[in-house]
């Protein structure tokens, strides 16, 4: 049993290993949002599914002689594949960068494209072990169950998953990562072949001169004793299994997508609703006494009010008990679906169908989450009817009565049962209430949820329309005529943008320049920003939804600010990054006087957008003395070291410009990275009411984050003082009045 073990082990551990690699590879290009990851796990549960379909003809139709020289065959081309790849493009699994997309055109197809072209052969192939050395091992040894070689592929998963975030991500970068798993793919070849020799050896001694059937037992040998679920599965059966497993799939995106747009797109949480699913799958297969209806049922009620109290919270609530909270959802419902597709398992020879109906489900969950689910909601709608599925999943569990049951015990399957729907609908209830409230208009696509909210329509000076991305305020306009030009959400006058532009326009006034200013704009909003822009000025905002560019534009009416600007406006749609790095190939260096990045999706914000690289980009795009503005204002993540270790790195001087909530405007935390030490020491800064800190990192940085290697690990917020950051103030003024700089014209 070794070697099956083995082999079932090593794939698990590279199939699940590879797929958040797989993603960092892909968010750059898409946009850096959550639905980069759903379009990832659709062609995983694809390409799973055409695993199983192999799995399943091949077991089932041919000799067990056939079946190992045909899989061997496979093992070879997936080999020679990765050593090509290899060769021709440096890496056995990069990407080329002829896959990058040129518009927003089909964005999950393209995707799809990508991942099959670099990785889908070798995925293709860890995904028929599993069921196909199972099925090997059932055939080599029977009277042996091999559903706790189904149970360890699941602990190899598990484990891998794990380490990512942990162990592999924060410290070895996508290049080395690619090597390492081309090398244990080697390893698991190695392993592959041993199983099919001891295939080939056991089935051909099976009995003394018998032939072997394809599919069958071998000829001439003893007649396997009858079993009681020997029977071929009913129509019935085969939808239980697919119905199950596509709610358990549907639950597990959903809780992804609900996760992962509220903090950052990436490995970390992307993974850890996926470890817990696959926690159910370990312990509902490994023996039936871990399944009792009665104890998930009551886990499911409680985790379901913790869900609706996470929801009211929204964004006031630390992040710790959001991802606990979400987190037990999950872990109930998957239980509830898997612990009943156990109890409805079929016989060993039945086994490879039985995954391959698993897999259709989880298919058709991916589907549902990717395709459909965008096309036919406004909202994420998928996650409560996916708890709602879950619910009617325990509720058809409690209503089967035991034949022995007592008075009591029915009294309290009666119960739970009452509780679970009358939690159920109260959930969805306030689930479907916070959705709607004054929502005017609302749109979904693959960069998420944009919605425009209706505020205070009885106060005629407060009376609003709000952008909402995901549960995040992204700014808001006033309808009042006299009041639609004022400063609203980040954009105050003292906050940080407001502060560089200002100290930007004083100091090209001192030297007797022109005060007009170039201006780029990394994240769209409603286009408050342009508040703070004056006649002369030009600005070029880079967004990538469309849906924000049609709302800041003024379609449906609800807000003007790029129409009302007398600066001359420009909107550039597609990722930021891209767009200036096609802009550095085909125009000239230096534009702006101040480059501006808000470009959070809900509260997440796009790694590759504040990358080393990302910066050294940005800095080429700067006028002589100009200034990179970051709004780093977030609930979960504190990004300051982050950006001292890229002012460090650049040698660069930061300066974190902090303003507090008032009438019209949020409280916001600004970095300005400066070439010029004297910049923030400016009369502009020494007067304003915003909290101003130049600050620097002591030493050399612990971390930087690169397109290679970073994590959201390392700027979860936790409570540290500067000095334990390794931060150290520079509110001594220089030695020396500030020199009038020369500007550009």
Known sequence: MVRYALAIFTSAFLLFGIQPLAGRYALPWYGGTPSVWTACMLFFQAVLLA???????????????????????????????????????????????????????????????????????????????????????????????????????????????????????????????????????????????????????????????????????????????????????????????????????????????????????????????????????????????????????????????????????????????????????????????????????????????????????????????????????????????????????????????????????????????AMLVMVAVVNLSFLVTGALGQVRFSARNFFGVVQVVEQNPNNPREHQFTLRHGVITHGWQYIEPERRRVNTSYYSRDSGLGLALAEQRRWRGALGLPTSLRVGMLGLGVGGSAALLEAGDSARFYEINPVIIALARGEGGYFSYLGDSPAKMEVVEGDARISLEQELEHGPKGQFDVLALDVFSSDAIPMHLVTHEALVLYLQHLAPHGVLALHISNQYLDLVPINLAHAKALGLFATLVKTETKDDTLASSWILLSPDKEFSWGSTFRTTGALVRRLSLRGEPDYVWTDERSSVLQAVRRTRTLEELGIQKNDDAPPAPPVARPQSP
């Open 51 to 417: 695993g199983y379909a192999y799995a399943h003809a091949v077991a089932s139709r041919l000799r067990p002689r056939t079946q190992a020289l045909l899989h061997l065959g496979l093992l070879t081309v997936a080999v020679v594949a990765l050593a090509a790849r290899a060769v021709w493009a440096g890496s056995p699994l990069t990407p080329g960068d002829g896959w990058r997309p040129v518009d927003q055109h089909l964005p999950v197809l393209r995707l799809m494209g990508m991942l099959a072209v670099t990785l889908g052969l070798p995925f293709f192939v860890l995904s028929t072990t599993g069921p196909l050395l199972q099925s090997w091992f059932a055939r080599a040894r029977p009277g042996r169950s091999p559903y706790v070689l189904y149970a360890l592929s699941n602990v190899g998963s598990l484990l891998s998953l794990l380490g990512y975030p942990f162990l592999v991500e924060p410290f070895v970068g996508r290049s080395a990562q690619a090597w390492g798993w081309a090398a244990g793919f080697a390893l698991f070849v190695v392993f592959a072949i041993a199983c099919a020799r001891d295939l080939v050896r056991r089935t051909a001694t099976a009995s003394p001169g018998a032939t072997v059937e394809p599919g069958g037992e071998p000829v001439g040998a003893p007649a396997p004793a009858a079993t009681p679920d020997a029977p071929r599965p009913s129509v019935g059966r085969t939808l239980l299994w697919l119905g199950l497993s596509t709610v358990a799939s549907v639950l597990l995106l959903a809780t992804t997508n609900k996760l992962s747009q509220d903090v950052a797109a990436g490995p970390f949480l992307w993974v850890l609703p996926l470890a817990v699913y696959l926690i159910t799958f370990i312990l509902a297969f490994s023996r039936e006494s871990f399944y009792a209806r009665g104890p998930y049922s009551v886990a499911l009620i409680a985790s379901l009010a913790l869900v609706a109290y996470a929801q009211k919270e929204g964004p006031a609530l630390h992040l710790g008990w959001q991802v606990l909270f979400h987190a037990s959802a999950l872990f109930s419902g998957a239980m509830m679906c898997h612990g009943e597709l156990f109890r409805v398992r079929p016989a060993p020879r039945y086994l490879s169908a039985f995954y391959l109906w698993v897999s259709v489900g989880g298919v058709l969950g991916g589907v549902f989450v990717s395709l459909v689910a965008p096309a036919i909601f406004n909202v994420y709608w998928e996650h409560p009817l996916a708890l709602g599925a879950c619910c009617i999943v325990a509720l058809a569990g409690m209503m089967q009565r035991p034949a022995d049951e007592k008075v009591t015990a029915r009294v309290q399957r009666v119960l739970r049962g």
